[in-house]
């Protein structure tokens, strides 16, 4: 949903500069295997026995960039510098400077590096709007709480960590003016959802983001500044002038109607990746190779991002390497702006290598947070039938000290509010203001954890208000498979939100709520028992998911992979190892992860898939070698559906184009037709077992004897594909040897086998490839991007807790949850998912919290004493359960499940906490204060 | 700058070179920088999420101790097992076979992103190590477990799996536990 403006990649441009990004496992030549393989032992039965990645993570590893010195990498000195940042904690004077006067000499810093450095030396951000300058100007006051004023160079470990234990939690670097206030900031971003829905759920509708258009504000005075309503003007006109109707309704319902306004209230959260931001970059002065190792969820923008900030520079650039290890992030570290600090810095290394890893105090200070949301709704429903007939809502969010994603952090929030739920009319507002906080960025829900927890938690006290139970009122108003979204778009599938509700409407822990209550309290006198429910659908997607897969045979029947999937710990490397099985009849044999060098399928894009035009799409789509994105950054929710479809659709071309052929050269063999002459042959009835494929009474050929066979022959032993979706797939014609197909992918590169003759040979010019140019493609239009969302995850739970309401400590004694995730490719790691989200979701619920400004983490002083993260005791650990719903049928897709997990489990606490004590909380966290100041 | 102070300590069954450092270094420091160690993990540098954990081998037995906040002052002559110590290794180095913990960990798929991974095989390690001198009865182990383990903070997993892993290793290893047909001497 971001909304940056990106020149094509490195290999499109007309630079000289040899770009590539290797796996940091790949980096590691001397450590470890070159590319990664299955693992000894791994599969049994069928089944993974564990991780793709599990020996080298369990036996203590270097796997994380975090992990790597100077002495680890192949070809880099030994002599190891380190570097920290000065920041500023404080945004209320006026900055004068930076002293290092405390140091004195002997922890005096090799090189120092400020604003007026990189000045002199051409060294900028890239898109400093979105990310930042790197260093705030002496003269100016700051705009946020840790902005970056300096970088100090060491080389040598023992002054290094000297120096930054003299500047921790003080201010005597930094030179200080008059008092001031921070500069005033325009609002990052204000957007608006207006549906008047038709006389029927099915019927057309009257007005729609998805028909009609999303509307954008511009700003006066910090305030939003909506198009003037008029219902025969442009689409803000009109929206607007509905918008208003609508919210005059609400204040003067129609008979039946009762109308519900609550405000709501969210925290400022740090994701607290584990892994904090780090990395560590070499830059040879001697040839102008810079290499970057760092931990992202971004390494195609990050590579493409330092190549521009270098080039651009005094510094010559012959050569970039950035290895990105495997890494955590639940956002964090997707777009942040670390590794454009590592590849700086490196610069100012003396051609010594420079790690640059943040502590835990400082990576409080300065890595990307949680948006707080103020939300405000407003819900009109039947009092007879308890149907929801119209929801304005009015959000507002803190971004922070610097954009990045927060425009469309709230955007996403505003698209999602309305949970599981059919409204027949709806007008969404929200608006993202610039502040004087650290940044806030991509967290795990994305905005979403804030608006549909307001809303479930808001969806109970109706209940309550009209005396429905909980469970039967979202069941009547639950979104059906066929309706349409706040943006007027009909969602992809079949929505399965029903069969949770049914199923925890007749769960115990709800059925026999008031006597276990009674139970409970009996046994434990001065306690309080709760049960508490919530259902909630999350998308999943960006609006522009773009992935790159190349599977390749060799003469034995090796089958290497390359992806552009980089582990973030979800599991991605595991299950796109697997992917190929349905296709292939085996998993990838070896495999090179977070690839962005693609010379099989060179490709060119404009990387604005969010704000091109229509006529921009299709005039650029006339290039075959155009794509409106090259890949999109990683996300825990992204890699199931949308990495599994381009890893499938490559198993899929390999297996159609190469190996059916290959097969039936086999099966043709000999005098009428050989075995195949009797019979009729179907490709689709073909399938693997056991190695080997089988289709319709003929021998059975193993994966070896058919790679072997299409070497021999020159048929196609290798695919390149690229994918792009915006709320739909991408798909094209191609033509390949004669043979005219469709298939949802928008670019195809093959290669032939051995044998293949020299015409063929003479054609693979990418990378050994032959690029196939796409005879038609049809672009989902750019209109589109107002759907906001197409594919969603149902995800349900049911909490019991306990509430002591002398001390206010609220207990979770054990949840049940219910998923659906479609096909799971490894049960074991959707499992994982779930129970890891579900205590993210207890933190948020129950203890995570930081004021945002200056008692917060931006003065530099947060850590994990004062930041409470849920611990194995706090989460039910040994009572919880969940239950995944079986597919629909052996074809459905995976989804994406990561971050809708974490959701339901917020309000249900809530909600369990009014079951328990009678009150209901409007904010989280729900801490034993909050609880205190209602108990008394 | 800090006075500088010469140690040497036995890591995973070898001692160290006798090296100078400053004399305020933590153990975990020491292991990154000066031994190249860094399976141990620096997670918070103030010993509560315990990703820095390593197994103190003294008088006591094994014991976790947080090497973020424990100085080399107090490290020096003492003998440590971190994360890289535990499996077994060929000369080069190679992993040739996993501890019953980490294989537990394996099989039940208990690590997502790893990074705390480290020190919740220290954790496990140490807990079986007791064990193995003063066993529990088999239906307190679940409580057991859940105790040894609760420092430990991991932010991906939420811990079932992690926690199943010990409880599992436990319960199957003769001697661990009493009143379930397989202490010792039963």
Known sequence: MNHLSRRGFLKGGATAVVVSVTPLHQALARLQTERQTQPPGWRENGNVRFRQDGIPKVTGDKVFAVDIRAKDMPDWPDGQAHAFLIRV????????????????????????????????????????????????????????????????????????????????????????????????????????????????????????????????????????????????????????????????????????????????????????????????????????????????????????????????????????????????????????????????AALYGDGRPVRLALDRWEQFQSALKRHPFDTDITLAVDRETGEFRSLAAD??????????????????????????????????????????????????????????????????????????????????????????????????????????????????????????????????????????????????????????????????????????????????????????????????????????????????????????????????????????????????????????????????????????????????????????????????????????????????????????????????????????????????????????????????????????????????????????????????????????????????????LSVNPGSGEVKVLNHRSWLECGRQIVPELVSGQIQGGIAMGIGHALYEEMPPYEDGPGNGTWNFSRYRLPRAEDVAVWAQSATVLEPLSPTDPPKGIAEVVMIPVVAAIGNAVHHAIGHRFDRTPITPERIKEVTG | MTAMMTVFMTINGTETEPLEVPEDLMLLEFLHEYLNLTGTRYGCGQGVCRACAVIHDGPMGARVVPACVTGVAWAHGRAFRTVEGHADRDEEGNVTAVTPVQQAFLDHFSFQCSYCTPGFVAAAQALVERLEVDPVPAEDVENVVLEALNENICRCTGYVRYLEATRDVILATPGLTIGDGRAEGS
């Open chain 1, 89 to 344: 904690p404080r945004a209320d004077r006026i900055f004068e400077g930076v002293t290092l006067d405390p140091l004195g000499e002997e922890m005096r810093p090799d090189t120092v590096v400020t604003a007026e450095t990189l000045r002199n030396d051409g060294v900028e951000m890239v898109e400093p709007d979105f990310y930042g300058a790197f260093f705030l100007e002496e003269g100016n006051v700051p705009a946020y709480l840790g902005q970056p004023v300096a970088l100090l160079v060491y080389h040598d470990y023992a002054r290094f960590r000297a120096a930054r234990t003299r500047f921790k939690f003080n201010e005597d670097a930094l030179i200080w003016g008059d008092a001031a206030e921070p500069p005033a900031r325009t609002p990052y971003g204000a957007t608006r959802y207006v549906r008047i829905g038709g006389e029927t759920r099915e019927a057309e509708d009257r007005f729609s983001p998805l028909r009609n258009g999303t509307i954008f504000a511009g700003f006066e005075n910090g305030e939003a500044d909506w198009p003037d309503a008029d219902s025969e003007g442009d689409v803000g006109g009109k929206a607007m002038a509905l918008a208003g109707e609508l919210r005059s309704e609400l204040e003067n319902p129609p008979e039946g109607w009762n109308v519900y306004r609550r405000k709501y209230r969210s925290q400022y959260v740090d994701p607290a990746a584990l892994e904090p931001d780090n990395g560590n970059a070499w830059y040879d002065t001697a040839t102008g190779r810079l290499h970057v190792v760092t931990g992202t969820q971004s390494p195609w923008i990050n590579a493409d991002h330092i190549e521009r900030m270098v080039s651009a520079s005094r510094f010559d650039l012959t050569e970039l390497r950035f290895s990105p290890g495997y890494t955590v992030g639940y956002g964090q570290k997707e777009h942040h702006v670390h590794p454009y600090y590592v590849a700086m």
């Open chain 1, 395 to 800: 959000q507002r969010a803190d971004g922070g000290g610097v954009m990045n994603f927060s425009p469309s952090v709230g955007q996403v929030s505003a698209t999602a509010l309305q949970s599981i739920y059919y409204l027949p009319k709806s007008d969404l507002a929200v608006q993202v203001d610039a502040s004087r906080a650290p940044t806030a960025g991509s967290m795990r829900g994305y905005g979403t954890l804030q608006s549909m927890v307001a809303m479930e938690l808001m969806v109970d006290e109706v209940a309550e208000d009209l005396g429905r139970d909980p469970i039967e009122l979202r069941r009547i108003n639950a979104f059906r498979s066929g309706n349409k979204n706040t943006q007027g778009a009909i969602p992809g599938g079949h929505l399965r939100a029903v069969e949770m509700l049914e199923a925890a409407a007749a769960d115990p822990i709800w059925t026999e709520r008031a006597e276990r209550k009674k139970a409970f309290e009996a046994e434990n006198p001065g306690y309080h028992y709760g049960v508490g429910f919530s259902c909630v659908q999350k998308d999943y997607g960006t609006g522009a998911e773009a992935a790159l897969v190349q599977l390749e045979l060799s003469p034995d029947g090796h089958l290497h992979m390359r992806h552009v999937a980089s582990e973030i710990g979800c599991g991605a490397t595991t299950s796109q190892m697997l992917v190929t099985e349905a296709h292939l009849g085996k998993p990838a044999d070896s495999v090179d992860f977070a690839v962005t060098d693609w010379p099989s399928l060179s490709l060119e894009a404009n990387n604005e898939p969010y704000t091109m035009s229509q006529d921009t799409q299709d005039s650029l789509a006339e290039n075959p070698r155009w794509v409106p994105r090259i890949t999109s950054p990683r996300s825990a929710s992204n890699s199931a559906y949308y990495f599994t479809h381009a890893t499938t659709e490559a198993a899929r071309l390999l297996f159609e184009l190469g190996l059916w052929k290959a097969a039936l050269s086999f099966w043709r063999e000999g005098i009428g037709g050989g075995q195949a002459g009797p019979l009729y042959v179907r490709r689709e009835e073909a399938e693997w077992r056991d190695g080997h494929l089988v289709a319709g009474g003929l021998n059975p050929l193993p994966l070896e004897d058919l790679a072997r066979r299409a070497h021999e022959r020159g048929y196609i032993t290798g695919v390149t594909v690229h994918t792009f979706n915006r709320w739909a797939w991408a798909r094209a014609e191609f033509e390949v040897e004669g043979e005219r197909f469709e298939a949802p992918i928008d670019a195809l590169s093959v290669r032939w086998g051995e044998g293949a003759d020299s015409g063929k040979r003479a054609a693979m010019t990418d990378g050994g490839y032959a690029f196939q140019p796409r005879q038609r493609v049809e672009y989902p239009p750019t209109q589109r991007n107002n759907a906001a969302v197409t594919y969603y995850a149902p995800c349900a739970t049911l909490v019991e």
